[in-house]
């Protein structure tokens, strides 16, 4: 009996004490986006904005809620250390603080360039916060940022997400690696970290912005994505354009849905949508010199083309020479997207492509034997031929163009 009495006690206090650590959701405040910056005097500041359910349930635009209940706040602190400033967002709250919700990671350009090993070595170590979430780089103000108003979304840090979310692919050169991956691409050997760069646009970014710089903005859309962030190491070191950027993500195989506007062989263009991309970095190793083959096999289907009308019927898809006609075009445009992004990668001496990675892996004799040492140096000279097999895998519904 004594025995029986002993083990039911045993019982008893797991039970009572298992939840002595639970949280109720009532009793917390949930993060939904987290930004990171630098002041003058070189401190941390962290940039919280936080989710309002009540508000943000019943669907109203930002500035329609009653007086009171905004779908969202931010809130800002700052300190010696990252993990000192987000500290220090708490006690300006009146709830506990969780970034168990976080839809995205922002970084300051001017934090970006001064290194972010710091912000990854903490957000790496935090056991809430999810590392799928996208990562960015911000040109100008984060906290005006994460106040502007999508017309979309009551809450900013949920528009951003779907920005950069390549399942939306509503610009397939801004999607974002997202924590974890950033993370492999900054401790892998021969790799460096491209992230997107967003820009709150003004009134004369919305009149004046070129396609170049502005590749993904939308219309009427407070906030624009202006191309990607190249890093070496943990720093930022330069800026690729949307159509480099797009370049990039095609060499990985990153890119999985995008638009490409094709020269039409009957005059005008065709609209292909990318839908799979599938690439191989092949590196060769031959008397102490590296060379490396890019093999990208591109898939996509006709979305639509131009130049139809007054007598003219556009591309005949029934007609093999056509095709052929067209799928060399669209190799060609891939072809020339990944040969802008390799300059870049030369001219920044940033290897976010991979090459040195492929070298790496298929080559570590090599690469031991010296080639890793001095991998940046090699980097401008390196021998690299592209390769691109593109494929029509429909030309949609009609096979004839509509004409009148």
């Known amino acids: ?16 004490t298992g939840c002595w650590d639970r949280k109720e959701p009532d009793d917390m405040v949930y993060a939904v986006a987290l930004g990171f910056d630098i002041d003058d005097d070189g401190d941390y500041v962290a940039i919280a904005q936080f989710a309002n359910p009540v508000a943000a349930k019943g669907g109203a635009a930002p ?3 009653p007086a009171g209940l905004a779908s969202f706040w931010t809130n ?4 010696r250390t990252p993990y000192d400033a987000l500290t220090d967002l708490s006690p300006g709250l009146s709830r506990e603080m969780t970034v168990s919700n976080i839809e995205v990671l922002l970084i300051s350009e001017r934090l970006a360039r001064r290194g972010i090993a710091p912000i990854m070595d903490l957000v790496a170590r935090d056991n809430e916060l999810r590392l799928t979430v996208s990562a960015a780089v911000v040109d100008g103000s ?26 939306h692919f509503i610009d397939p050169s801004a999607m974002s690696p997202g924590l974890l991956q950033s993370i492999v691409d900054m401790l892998r050997p021969g790799q460096d970290l491209l992230l997107p760069v967003l820009r709150l646009n003004t009134g004369s970014d919305l009149s004046s912005s070129s396609k170049s710089d502005a590749d993904s903005a939308s219309s009427g859309s407070p906030v624009s994505h202006i191309g990607s962030a190249a890093f070496r190491g943990d720093k930022m070191i330069g800026r690729l ?8 993500n095609f060499a990985r195989s990153r890119s999985q849905h995008a638009p490409v506007s094709v ?15 599938a690439s191989r970095i092949a590196p060769r190793y031959t008397d102490g010199d590296v060379s490396i083959l890019i093999n990208a096999r591109v898939e996509g289907h006709v979305q639509g083309q131009t130049d139809l009308g007054q007598g003219r ?8 020479e056509s095709l052929q006609c067209l799928r060399a075009r669209l190799a060609q445009c891939v072809r020339e997207d990944i040969e802008h992004a390799l300059a870049k990668s030369r001219e920044y001496r940033s290897d976010f492509i991979g090459l040195g990675n492929a070298v790496y892996r298929r080559l570590p004799r090599a690469w031991r034997a010296g080639v890793g040492d001095h991998w940046y140096e090699l980097l401008p000279d390196v021998e690299v031929d592209i390769e691109v097999e593109a494929t029509l895998t429909s030309p949609g519904l009609l096979r004839e163009s509509l004409h009148y």
């Open 1 to 16: 009996m004594r025995l029986i009495a002993a083990f039911a006690a045993i019982c008893l206090a797991l039970v009572s």
């Open 63 to 65: 500035g329609s809620q």
């Open 76 to 79: 800002c602190a700052k300190g």
């Open 142 to 167: 984060l906290k005006s940022l994460l106040e502007s108003e999508f017309a979309e979304d009551p809450i900013p840090a949920l528009a951003i997400q779907r920005m950069l979310n390549p399942i």
């Open 241 to 248: 354009d949307g159509h480099e950027s797009r370049g990039a």
């Open 263 to 277: 020269e039409s062989p009957a005059g005008g263009l065709v609209s292909v949508h990318v839908t799979h991309v």
């Open 313 to 320: 019927s556009g591309v005949n898809f029934a007609d093999p």
